[in-house]
């Protein structure tokens, strides 16, 4: 695959996973980041809430152990001290967590029914708002460190028999703040399909004004939960679709590096042995163009021509190099031609001739352990065949001749008619074209010739 293809790929996969797990990241902190807010009424506490997120609860302990008696003096109209009984009591607010998320930052707004004080709180913070329709005071406090840190209280308070006493009135409200430094705060993830809840339950003592110890213990019907829920990337399913997917990405890409490498190196060996193969073949040629000075840079030319057509017939860049070599190395076999056979610039003798014919055989013997380029020997045993049969040394016809052999024998005879030789002079440009068809189907494969006359048309070839 081509590179520049490749990386593409690669930058829309690693794209579409990255989108994908940015808007999974945005959801899952727009869910977090949603304060959500619970009602709850004495009015309806014995509705199915089954539904909502949390399930809230405020409920008076009961019980002689969990009632006391305070006598809270005060003032009458006439300025004579009076004492008023007040009766108090443990509430138990409880919130159950039903959803499969963690519960966090939770507070519980408490409103007041009806004027009383409040004595302690477990586990958190009362920030209390105290005489909302008058003069308000609000103040966060740790009901059960007041006394004993001496904190400064800015609400009314009051002090009897060593415990605080804060009242408040018929419309104030208290927010119950959990200990954050205890992590109630956090109310872990229920076990929703097995039917078991994670919950926490938090407690605080009321004086309410009583005459009588029967009397039925006031009633706190209004509470405000707020809370946040908190959903963890890791619970999510397409979270780990996309983690596996990435986890994929990295192996695909690490890879496809690793292939790039040993690809790139491969392409440097094949680069190098390609230049040492072409320049140990020139170095040969060079002996047979000293040899043969009537064909200096013959093989060359041809091996030239050879390529362009096997590119043009539809042979990839590797073929096309390997029908260079072959070209180069064609006429190889002329090495062990005597010298005045080559050289003679008359015409040759019928035995003479014959003696020229054997280049073809020689080559093929000097090539016979040269076998790293496929198809070399035939194309140097071969290339004198004709289409028609009429050629040397095996009289092959049409498709018997090896298809190398054929794209040689076009390219050869067309430098030979293009060349100043000893015993013949250059031919015209018509009449190398005249040759060229006139012997299509003859002396050459028909495609080939056809193929060549257009790299001689468009100029690729120059006479």
């Known amino acids: 695959?081509?590179?520049?293809?490749?990386?593409?790929?690669?930058?829309?996969?690693?794209?579409?996973?990255?989108?994908?797990?940015?808007a999974l990241c945005i959801g899952v902190a727009q869910f977090n980041n949603q304060e959500r807010v619970l009602y709850y009424s004495a009015a309806n506490a014995e509705e199915d809430n089954s539904a909502k997120d949390c399930a809230v609860t405020v409920k008076p302990r009961g019980g002689?152990?969990?009632?006391?008696?305070?006598?809270?003096?005060?003032?009458?109209?006439?300025?004579?001290?009076?004492?008023?009984?007040?009766?108090?009591?443990?509430?138990?607010?409880?919130?159950v967590n039903q959803t499969e998320f963690v519960v966090r930052d939770w507070t519980?707004?408490?409103?007041?029914?009806?004027?009383?004080?409040?004595?302690?709180?477990w586990c958190g913070q009362l920030e209390i708002h105290q005489n909302v329709t008058g003069d308000a005071r609000v103040q966060a406090l740790d009901l059960r460190k007041c006394i004993e840190q001496e904190v400064d209280i800015t609400l009314e308070h009051e002090v009897v028999i060593g415990d605080l006493m804060i009242p408040v009135y018929?419309?104030?409200?208290?927010?119950?703040?959990?200990?954050?430094?205890?992590?109630?705060?956090?109310?872990?993830?229920?076990?929703?399909?097995?039917?078991?809840?994670?919950?926490?339950?938090?407690?605080?003592?009321?004086y309410h004004e009583t005459y009588d110890e029967d009397k039925t213990p006031v009633e706190y019907p209004n509470v405000v939960m707020r809370y946040y829920l908190n959903k963890e990337l890791t619970s999510i399913p397409i979270f780990w679709v996309l983690v596996v997917a990435f986890v994929a990405w990295v192996i695909c890409l690490i890879n496809a590096y690793i292939v790039y490498v040993k690809t790139k190196r491969?392409?440097?060996?094949?680069?190098?042995?390609?230049?040492?193969?072409?320049?140990?073949?020139?170095?040969?040629?060079?002996?047979?163009d000293a040899k043969d000075t009537t064909t200096n840079g013959h093989?060359?030319?041809?091996?030239?021509?050879?390529?362009?057509?096997?590119?043009?017939?539809?042979?990839?860049?590797?073929?096309?190099?390997?029908?260079y070599y072959i070209g180069l190395m064609h006429d190889c076999g002329k090495i062990g031609i005597p010298d005045a056979i080559?050289?003679?610039?008359?015409?040759?003798?019928?035995?003479?001739?014959?003696?020229?014919?054997?280049?073809?055989?020689?080559?093929?013997k000097i090539l016979e352990e040269f076998t790293s380029i496929e198809g070399i020997?035939?194309?140097?045993?071969?290339?004198?065949?004709?289409?028609?049969?009429?050629?040397?040394?095996?009289?092959?016809?049409?498709?018997?001749?090896?298809?190398?052999?054929?794209?040689?024998?076009?390219?050869?005879?067309?430098?030979?008619?293009?060349?100043?030789?000893?015993?013949?002079?250059?031919?015209?440009?018509?009449?190398?074209?005249?040759?060229?068809?006139?012997?299509?189907?003859?002396?050459?494969?028909?495609?080939?010739?056809?193929?060549?006359?257009?790299m001689l048309t468009d100029g690729t070839i120059e006479f």
């Open 377 to 454: 020997r035939d194309g140097a045993l071969y290339h004198h065949e004709r289409y028609d049969g009429a050629g040397y040394p095996a009289g092959l016809k049409g498709e018997e001749i090896p298809f190398i052999a054929r794209i040689i024998c076009v390219a050869d005879s067309f430098d030979v008619m293009n060349s100043e030789r000893c015993y013949q002079q250059k031919m015209t440009k018509e009449d190398i074209l005249k040759q060229l068809k006139s012997n299509r189907g003859k002396q050459f494969d028909p495609k080939l010739v056809d193929l060549f006359l257009t």
């Open 266 to 288: 491969l392409v440097a060996q094949t680069q190098r042995d390609a230049e040492i193969i072409e320049q140990s073949i020139s170095a040969f040629m060079g002996f047979i």
């Open 342 to 364: 080559l050289n003679k610039p008359d015409k040759l003798t019928v035995d003479e001739f014959e003696i020229i014919k054997t280049h073809t055989i020689q080559g093929d």
């Open 108 to 121: 519980l707004e408490v409103l007041i029914p009806q004027d009383s004080y409040l004595n302690n709180a």
């Open 170 to 206: 018929a419309g104030d409200y208290f927010v119950y703040l959990p200990s954050v430094a205890d992590k109630e705060d956090v109310i872990e993830a229920s076990d929703v399909e097995n039917g078991e809840y994670k919950s926490k339950r938090v407690d605080f003592i009321a």
């Open 64 to 95: 002689s152990t969990d009632s006391w008696i305070k006598r809270v003096p005060g003032e009458t109209a006439d300025d004579a001290v009076e004492e008023t009984q007040y009766a108090g009591i443990i509430y138990d607010m409880m919130v």
């Open 299 to 323: 093989s060359k030319r041809v091996a030239k021509y050879a390529k362009e057509l096997a590119r043009r017939y539809g042979f990839n860049e590797a073929e096309c190099n390997r029908v």
């Open 1 to 22: 695959m081509d590179g520049r293809k490749q990386i593409r790929i690669f930058g829309i996969a690693l794209g579409i996973i990255a989108v994908l797990m940015l």
